[in-house]
């Protein structure tokens, strides 16, 4: 049976794109058929992250308006064959997106998917709650920083009480993704811990992804991190999320950086 | 000197406040959630109940709340015309 997830945050530049990416990618390399979809209309970047930003001809709103068929829209990765996208439109007004046609949209995808991984623009708006509108479970992209945690409770509260599920009764199932989590500043008490977070928000740990300059080099080739460089620690670590997702036990760890003995000893000053 | 010191000295951990601020907050924020707005709310009425009596002009008509840390005060100011008239409703009692 098909699952729709939300990746969301509340607050932006928290990752929601990335980690949509990254676990779509991750899910597809394990045989899952996905299509990942770009919900920020006005402001799409799924489809840059991906590496599709050259093949983008029909997007959502096309399809909603029915000025093209969702087969016209739907981009095909070209390195995993099982992998697809539904861009966003860069140009049209946010407000053409419909309750009804989203619906639609989602409907015809679980007919034809195990995944559909909505990417969540930023806030609390319209194309926020339609991006969580129909979903199973939803990811709640975090940072270990206050705006970002008071943020994500924000959503969690709409998680609870806006989506189709809340309203039937049903509970939506949700999982904290702690990025860009750097933890010899928690072991200092510079940062967040991981326990404070999850208290704080009462969910329970999808994944925690290092901060790491992995993440900035695979967006600049437009190849998500687990495809770009799937031994290095981000990209385990949304493998690991991918399969906690799927049912798995996996113990919970942040995978470390292997460095060389000179970034260490120049990485140490730094820090 | 200081500076010296400043370096040597571990910097105080700074997460267990970011810890306590967000605790606070929330609990606040979590209580306020789906209700309405509860200064529109009593602002709304108050005037209604007042404007039975008296004829107002809503726009002076002003409710605050200021949130201590151990009470929390509200304070409702209502500007009266010296001659103001009774309203319709309280005259015909």
Redesign the interface.
Do not use: F, H, Q, Y
């Given at each position: 049976m098909a699952k729709v997830l939300v990746v969301t945050s509340g607050k932006g530049g928290v990752g929601k794109t990335t980690s949509t990416a990254a676990l779509g990618v991750a899910l597809a390399q394990m045989g899952e058929r996905v299509v990942v979809i770009d919900f920020d209309v006005g402001l799409r970047n799924l489809d840059l992250v991906m590496g599709a930003e050259r093949r983008v001809v029909f997007d959502l709103i096309n399809v909603v308006q029915g000025v093209a068929k969702l087969a016209q829209a739907l981009i095909r990765d070209k390195r995993l064959e099982n992998l697809w996208l539904l861009p966003a439109s860069q140009t049209r007004d946010k407000d053409a997106l419909t309750d009804d046609g989203v619906g639609r949209i989602i409907a015809e995808l679980r007919t034809k998917f195990d995944w559909i991984l909505c990417d969540s623009p930023a806030g609390i708006e319209r194309g926020a709650l339609l991006a969580m509108r129909y979903a199973d479970e939803a990811v709640i992209v975090t940072n270990p920083?206050?705006s970002s945690?008071?943020d994500s409770?924000?959503i969690i509260?709409m998680l609870d009480?806006k989506t189709v599920k809340a309203e039937r009764g049903e509970r939506i199932e949700k999982h904290i993704l702690i990025t860009r989590y750097d933890s010899a500043r928690?072991a200092?008490?510079?940062?967040?811990?991981i326990d404070?977070i999850l208290e704080?928000l009462a969910a329970p740990l999808l994944g925690i992804i290092p901060e790491s300059q992995d993440v900035l080099r695979a967006s600049n080739v437009g190849s998500p991190v687990t495809l770009n460089n799937a031994a290095s620690a981000p990209a385990r670590a949304y493998t690991d999320a991918v399969r906690r997702l799927m049912g798995e036990t996996i113990t919970m760890t942040v995978p470390v950086e292997r460095k060389g003995l000179m970034r260490r000893l120049l990485g140490r000053r730094a820090a | 000197m200081m500076n010296l010191l400043r370096l040597i000295s571990r910097p105080t951990a700074s997460a267990p406040v970011a810890r306590e601020r967000l605790q606070i907050l929330l609990a606040h924020e979590r209580g306020l959630r789906g209700q309405p707005d509860l200064l529109g709310v009593l602002r709304a009425e108050i005037l209604a109940v007042v404007s039975r009596h008296i004829v107002l002009d809503p726009d002076q008509v002003i409710v605050k709340m200021d949130r201590g840390k151990h009470v929390s005060t509200l304070e409702v100011d209502i500007e009266v015309p010296n001659h103001a008239k009774r309203s319709i409703a309280a005259a015909a009692r």
């Open positions: 920083e206050v945690v008071r409770d924000r509260g009480s928690a200092r008490g510079e940062m967040l811990s404070d704080i | -």
